[in-house]
């Protein structure tokens, strides 16, 4: 999306530094800057704002800055994180259709991608890239939507409590899909019913006259219904929206019969394994 950096220094209760400018977008990464966007330092293992000079020479046409001024045109803030977040919800403002959350503990990926394959073949359609899904990416992802653009996937992921709910203030979803909650983070959470914990802060972010999408097979999941006020849809061998006849072709792609309230279909997925059923129901859902 494109915004001033005079816009962006209202937003981010910045200082505009240099001339105003349009930026598209942003970038936390000098070694893959789209063309005029806004480069975002951030100051963790290593200082971002070493790293501005790379950037704006690749194609950054402004940047943030919490230190010195530089040559080039930048909006100087308190903290380059946090501007980062503001911008994010800003954008958010920006979209006329749904943001759609997508978490679980594993799946996330492939649901945002099938989900965002099938919503572009009838609107403008922005999706994270690749698995970004942290107080970084999520807000990263809604910069880097057109302008215009209808609808928006964003993965989120959590390393422990409060996580999913602080990216929710950022996108605040009308849509959220919870896939799976399995052990792979349990060093962080403790257990099974943590990581769960942690994943319904998405259905409960969720807005009334939004949408909880849950996978009906997994115990876990299937009780947050009991945790927000969202319209509730389910997926799964006992959901809304279900898969009969599952079969595996020689290369162990699925083809099933797609049973939905709104009527059926026949489906082949290009993916192998039957797993990905699971994934396909949830993003038809």
């Given at each position: 999306?494109?915004?001033?950096?005079?816009?962006?220094?209202?937003?981010?209760?910045?200082?505009?530094?240099?001339?105003?400018?349009?930026?598209?977008?942003?970038?936390?990464?000098?070694?893959?800057?789209?063309?005029?966007?806004l480069?975002?330092?951030?100051?963790?293992?290593?200082?971002?704002?070493?790293?501005?000079?790379?950037?704006?020479?690749?194609?950054?046409?402004?940047?943030l800055?919490?230190?010195?001024?530089?040559a080039?045109?930048?909006?100087?803030?308190?903290?380059?994180?946090?501007?980062?977040?503001r911008?994010?919800?800003?954008?958010?403002r920006?979209?006329?259709?749904?943001?759609?959350?997508?978490?679980?503990?594993?799946?996330?990926?492939?649901?945002?991608?099938?989900?965002?394959?099938?919503l572009?073949?009838?609107k403008?359609?922005?999706?994270?890239?690749r698995?970004?899904?942290?107080?970084?990416?999520?807000?990263?992802?809604?910069?880097?939507?057109?302008?215009?653009?209808?609808?928006?996937?964003?993965?989120?992921?959590?390393?422990?409590?409060g996580h999913?709910s602080?990216?929710?203030?950022i996108?605040?979803?009308?849509?959220?899909?919870?896939?799976?909650?399995?052990?792979?983070?349990?060093?962080?959470?403790?257990?099974?019913?943590?990581?769960?914990?942690?994943?319904?802060e998405?259905?409960?972010?969720l807005?009334?006259?939004g949408t909880?999408?849950?996978?009906?097979?997994?115990?876990?999941?299937?009780?947050?219904?009991?945790?927000?006020?969202a319209?509730?849809l389910?997926?799964?061998?006992?959901?809304?929206?279900?898969?009969?006849?599952?079969?595996?072709?020689e290369?162990?792609?699925?083809?099933?019969?797609?049973?939905?309230?709104?009527?059926?279909?026949?489906c082949?997925?290009?993916s192998?394994g039957?797993?990905t059923?699971?994934n396909?129901?949830a993003?038809?859902?």
């Amino acid at each position: 999306m494109q915004f001033r950096l005079s816009d962006v220094a209202a937003i981010t209760d910045g200082v505009l530094l240099g001339p105003d400018a349009v930026v598209d977008g942003a970038s936390i990464d000098s070694r893959s800057v789209p063309r005029g966007c806004l480069f975002v330092p951030i100051v963790a293992d290593r200082d971002g704002h070493d790293y501005v000079d790379a950037a704006m020479a690749a194609g950054a046409a402004a940047h943030l800055t919490s230190g010195a001024a530089s040559a080039h045109p930048a909006v100087s803030v308190d903290d380059t994180s946090l501007a980062l977040r503001r911008l994010g919800a800003a954008a958010r403002r920006r979209v006329s259709g749904d943001v759609i959350g997508v978490t679980g503990s594993v799946g996330k990926t492939t649901t945002k991608d099938l989900l965002a394959g099938c919503l572009s073949t009838t609107k403008v359609t922005h999706a994270s890239y690749r698995s970004v899904n942290n107080e970084l990416g999520v807000p990263l992802t809604l910069l880097g939507a057109p302008d215009g653009v209808e609808v928006v996937v964003t993965e989120m992921g959590a390393r422990g409590g409060g996580h999913i709910s602080d990216l929710c203030d950022i996108a605040e979803p009308s849509i959220g899909v919870v896939l799976t909650v399995g052990a792979a983070h349990t060093e962080l959470f403790g257990d099974l019913r943590q990581v769960a914990a942690a994943k319904a802060e998405l259905v409960e972010a969720l807005p009334a006259t939004g949408t909880a999408v849950l996978n009906a097979d997994d115990e876990l999941v299937a009780a947050m219904a009991e945790r927000t006020s969202a319209h509730l849809l389910l997926f799964g061998r006992t959901g809304d929206v279900r898969a009969d006849d599952i079969s595996l072709d020689e290369l162990l792609r699925p083809t099933f019969q797609l049973r939905t309230p709104w009527g059926d279909a026949p489906c082949r997925l290009a993916s192998a394994g039957v797993h990905t059923v699971t994934n396909a129901l949830a993003a038809a859902a």
